[in-house]
């Protein structure tokens, strides 16, 4: 009770993490601790500790990166992990490089008024989807870019409107990605949009998704660098073109996260997950 979870990563079987919104932005949440631990499948939780933790309220999306690593003279598969967040802000990181055994607060509030997402290509390249600064909450959509683990953040792509953030992204590839783009202005000409990548997140441009009002874009998911979706709060939309045109598909309102896991005996099952939850088999 009073524990809000918002995101969940597991970096095998019995190892995983779930992060907690934190207080002040949703009601009836009292849990102060942002992140949870777990070594023994779920049965058991652990809050995460550290000095200056008290930064970091709540988190919004967890990234776990295996990378091989040479330890006692063995190859070994190690994590990296990284928990950002929030919603509402303020734009705070944990950051784990030894399978959680240590973390390190990153804050980005000098960059960003809030994070909505995180990914890592490599120990050094990750990105996190945000909304800029601003005095009344009107910010602006941001992409940040890091190459040095975290320690410094660039901007890659800002859009030209307020009352708007990237939400969530999606990486078919190393060079191609995309992401969705919240728009909450019902005044500024009804265009919603999403941005993609095709050089590893360097350059990003705007690709049209559809103008109607009242519309909302929420999870984004692609199964290669063509093929793709977009949750909104009323409907889902398909492209396969790369995004150059979608089209309306019905997988349920408020599709937050999209999955796509490939099949044992061949071809991929992606899974459309909101209020509903939609299957569909690819090949």
Not at 7 to 36: E, K, M
Not at 44 to 57: C, D, S
Not at 81 to 108: C, F, K, Y
Not at 127 to 155: H, Y
Request: hydrophobic share 35%.
């Amino acid at each position: 009770p009073g524990t809000f979870i918002r995101a969940v990563g597991f970096a095998d079987r019995q190892t995983g993490y779930v992060g907690n919104i934190g207080t002040n932005y949703y009601p009836g949440v009292t849990d102060t601790n942002p992140l949870y631990r777990t070594t023994d499948g779920g049965e058991t939780w652990q809050a995460i500790t550290l000095p200056g933790i008290e930064k970091v309220p709540g988190i919004c999306a967890i990234d776990i990166l295996p990378v091989k690593r040479i330890f006692q003279g063995e190859l070994r598969t190690a994590h990296i992990i990284t928990a950002a967040g929030r919603v509402g802000g303020p734009a705070m990181m944990l950051r784990s490089d030894d399978d959680g055994q240590n973390w390190r607060i990153i804050d980005l509030s000098a960059h960003a008024g809030m994070i909505l997402d995180v990914k890592f290509h490599d120990a050094k390249t990750g990105f996190v989807c945000a909304s800029g600064i601003s005095d009344n909450g009107e910010g602006d959509a941001l992409m940040l870019m890091t190459r040095d683990g975290g320690k410094s953040w660039q901007p890659v792509w800002r859009s030209k409107r307020k009352l708007e953030n990237v939400w969530k992204m999606s990486w078919p590839s190393r060079k191609v990605g995309y992401a969705s783009v919240q728009n909450y202005d019902e005044a500024a000409g009804n265009k919603r949009v999403i941005i993609k990548t095709v050089d590893g997140g360097k350059n990003w441009r705007e690709l049209p998704l559809i103008e109607e009002t009242g519309l909302r874009e929420f999870g984004i998911g692609f199964a290669d660098e063509k093929r793709g979706w977009v949750g909104t709060n009323k409907t889902g939309f398909e492209t396969l073109d790369g995004g150059k045109s979608w089209r309306k598909i019905e997988f349920g309102k408020a599709v937050n996260k999209i999955r796509v896991i490939a099949k044992p005996d061949g071809g991929k099952a992606v899974y459309a997950i909101g209020s509903e939850v939609h299957r569909l088999d690819l090949g």
